[in-house]
């Protein structure tokens, strides 16, 4: 039986491409990360490509070339320290020579970081590769890695600002993109964020959508950036305009027309008159 790293292709060429740092002469690097390749390509085809995703694979070259990209991307960024790298002439390799250096621990670290990012850009366009994949975003796979309208490290550099987004940056991220999800719900209701949801992981998103998930996008970015930059009347105004968009197409909107939150936002206090059959006081 074919192990995963065969079934999604990948050998010394497949890594070396995807991985330009990882050329060498004979098979040193891919069989050292061999047993890593697999150990990801599992992770990947488990975690974010699903029976779905895996079935597409078969006829859709483009989602296994993006796949063979994520996965030795991934494997190469967390195995470089058990690698014994050098600094030759032409980058980095593994071999046994007087005539070459070890590389240093700064090099090696710039090179984990770089393709860190690279496999996380590359995760990012999987999973947009994924929700155009009939079915897929029905699936636990699309729920894991669209857990918020704010899923990929390229959302964070164009709405975050921030031109070079490392793994570490994302991370640290999550917090602030968690609190703007409890706050946009807020504003949105909880029923209208689940549909958006949905929408997203089957890219099924109308006009009006795209435009109230830009808003949306933009207020989550002043929330991971400092809080000088992202005052209050910054996010007052964004809540302002997303309100705005729903209840102007409210066709495109009505799990949050429907919703308590709406209701609450457009309560109006019982109006007296002498023909009333109650006479409510108010404090």
């Not at 030759?88 to 670290?109: H, L, N, Y």
């Not at 719900?185 to 949801?197: A, C, G, H, K, N």
Request: hydrophobic residues 40%.
């Amino acid at each position: 039986m074919a192990t995963l790293t065969e079934q999604l292709k990948i050998d010394k060429s497949v890594l070396e491409e995807n991985v330009i740092t990882a050329t060498t002469k004979n098979n040193d690097v891919f069989d050292m990360l061999l047993p890593f390749i697999e150990e990801n390509a599992d992770l990947i085809t488990t975690n974010v490509l699903g029976d779905v995703g895996m079935k597409a694979l078969e006829t859709n070259e483009s989602l296994l070339k993006q796949t063979q990209k994520v996965v030795c991307r991934k494997a190469f960024s967390e195995n470089i320290s058990s690698l014994d790298l050098v600094l030759t002439a032409t980058g980095f390799g593994i071999v046994s020579t007087q005539d070459t250096a070890p590389a240093s621990k700064a090099r090696v670290d710039a090179l984990r970081s770089q393709v860190s990012r690279q496999w996380l850009k590359g995760l990012g366009i999987l999973i947009d590769m994924l929700r155009c994949i009939d079915g897929w975003g029905e699936t636990e796979q699309a729920d894991a890695n669209i857990p918020t309208v704010f899923y990929s490290i390229g959302m964070l550099e164009r709405y975050g600002r921030i031109a070079l987004v490392t793994k570490e940056i994302w991370t640290q991220a999550q917090g602030c993109i968690y609190s703007a999800d409890q706050h946009l719900r807020w504003v949105i209701s909880d029923e209208e964020m689940e549909t958006l949801l949905d929408n997203i992981r089957n890219n099924d998103t109308t006009e009006s959508q795209e435009k109230l998930l830009h808003l949306m996008r933009t207020l989550i970015g002043f929330y991971t950036q400092d809080n000088k930059t992202c005052g209050p009347n910054v996010i007052k105004d964004l809540d302002k305009r997303i309100v705005e968009v729903m209840e102007k197409n409210p066709d495109d909107f009505q799990p949050y027309m429907k919703s308590n939150v709406y209701q609450a936002r457009h309560f109006e206090d019982y109006a007296n008159t002498k023909d009333s059959p109650l006479f409510i006081f108010n404090g």
